[in-house]
């Protein structure tokens, strides 16, 4: 005679919630393969207390779950998750063992979490009616801590369930569980492991946020007048009237602060290139380093444009887009250069870069579409600095010569060629890379 299960307090409250279902019932279930998981409902067939067993019918088109040690099951739609041993599979039969191991989120309520890969540390959150966005404070394999006010707090306390997102081309559910809170905080743990290369990619900051600015300068003191122009010029855009909402809107990004992270490098970049160039003077320097600050003025308020590189991919994308924003996004070049007039740091080299900075050599940019022919020099230098700086973003493992052959073939004129000859430099007389 085989001996009695033991029925624990857990298994109990297991049952109750199964018993509690009505014939037939759909269940939510799902097995993990690598770091996706496969999602698939089935019906509750019958429940089994002498041995602990749940019989699930699945239907046709489920997947084969042969040689499959774990199943989990959402056991009703507001409490519970169970990860249950895979006793016998066939004929579209699913039993699965009920033991007291099983796990179940705390105080029998399930969220789950839905995050996707963004180049910025913030996400957004869907409370029920709500939609909130928070800032990632701090990211582990456990789960991820955030930044939110009271009335965040409250508003994720009082839901049921939430989903957590940002913006990316991949999509991973999780189950999570709030795990506590506090004044300006709140913390959401992950309920399963995940996998190391999948929980990177869909929490990871910004890649270009942390290219050390050194990388690009032979020269120290170079390095450091270049940092320190950079502040005073900061310092006097946000003294001007006409700028001061746009410093302040940069400040507060609402996209990982993607804007000021490019801006940054974009003055390192184009700084270090000139030198290399033998283009750069005090008063250049400063010109490079305004126009940084200056070129997407026009997208402040609608940051997304400015990660749109040029007039070939705005016309992908012009159907995603309102038509204020594809407005928006074509008047860029020539906003920036009439915000530019009457400012005390203007001239006619910088009103020729702002105009010019979305033109591309084989006359495929705008707003002239003119070609290498008519290109000023510093626009040259500007125009591949922004296109090393979209680089940087999509290239962890980059390097000056990988840049230059990649972009070598789109970049005709000698003012080009002499300008990507100069990074090639960088690379081979750098003693610290």
């Not at 600050?293 to 402040?300: I, S």
Request: charged share 30%.
């Amino acid at each position: 005679m085989e001996p009695k299960l033991r029925v624990t307090k857990r298994l109990q409250e297991i049952f109750r919630l199964l018993e509690s279902l009505p014939p037939q019932a759909e269940l939510s279930l799902w097995v993990n393969r690598g770091d996706r998981r496969q999602l698939f409902p089935g019906n509750l067939s019958r429940i089994d207390r002498n041995q602990n067993l749940l019989f699930v019918e699945l239907k046709e088109d489920s997947p084969d779950l042969s040689g499959q040690e774990f199943c989990f099951v959402k056991l009703t739609a507001s409490e519970g998750v169970a990860r249950c041993p895979v006793s016998v599979f066939h004929d579209r039969t699913l039993v699965l063992e009920i033991s007291d191991e099983l796990i179940l989120s705390e105080r029998r309520r399930h969220r789950r979490i839905f995050f996707q890969s963004e180049d910025g540390k913030k996400v957004r959150i869907r409370t029920d009616r709500h939609t909130l966005e928070l800032e990632v404070i701090n990211a582990s394999r456990g789960g991820l801590r955030l930044r939110a006010d009271p009335a965040q707090i409250t508003m994720m306390k009082q839901s049921g369930s939430f989903e957590l997102e940002a913006l990316g081309e991949r999509t991973l559910p999780l189950p999570c569980r709030l795990v506590w809170t506090r004044e300006g905080s709140v913390a959401v743990a992950l309920e399963e492991e995940v996998p190391e290369e999948a929980f990177k990619e869909f929490i990871r900051i910004p890649r270009s946020a942390h290219v050390d600015p050194e990388k690009f300068f032979q020269d120290q003191e170079y390095f450091q007048t270049v940092r320190s122009n950079m502040a005073s010029i900061i310092s006097k855009l946000e003294k001007r009237p006409k700028f001061a909402t746009a410093m302040k809107t940069l400040k507060v990004d609402r996209q990982g602060n993607y804007l000021k992270t490019h801006i940054d490098l974009l003055c390192y970049v184009s700084c270090s290139i000139g030198k290399t160039l033998g283009w750069v003077t005090e008063s250049t320097i400063d010109k490079l380093i305004y126009v940084s600050y200056l070129h997407d003025l026009r997208y402040f308020e609608m940051p997304k444009l400015a990660r749109i590189p040029s007039k070939a991919a705005f016309e992908d994308q012009k159907t995603s887009l309102t038509e204020e924003e594809q407005k928006a996004y074509l008047e860029g070049p020539s906003y920036s250069a009439l915000m530019s007039k009457d400012d005390e740091m203007n001239s006619i080299d910088v009103e020729r870069i702002l105009l010019q900075q979305k033109e591309r050599p084989d006359g495929s940019g705008f707003p002239s579409g003119i070609t290498f022919k008519q290109l000023f020099p510093l626009s040259c230098l500007f125009i591949i600095s922004h296109e090393f700086v979209d680089y940087l973003y999509d290239h962890p493992d980059w390097s000056f010569r990988k840049f230059v052959e990649t972009v070598k073939p789109h970049y005709k004129g000698p003012y080009f060629i002499k300008i990507l000859q100069a990074i090639e430099e960088l690379e081979t007389s750098r003693a610290r890379y």
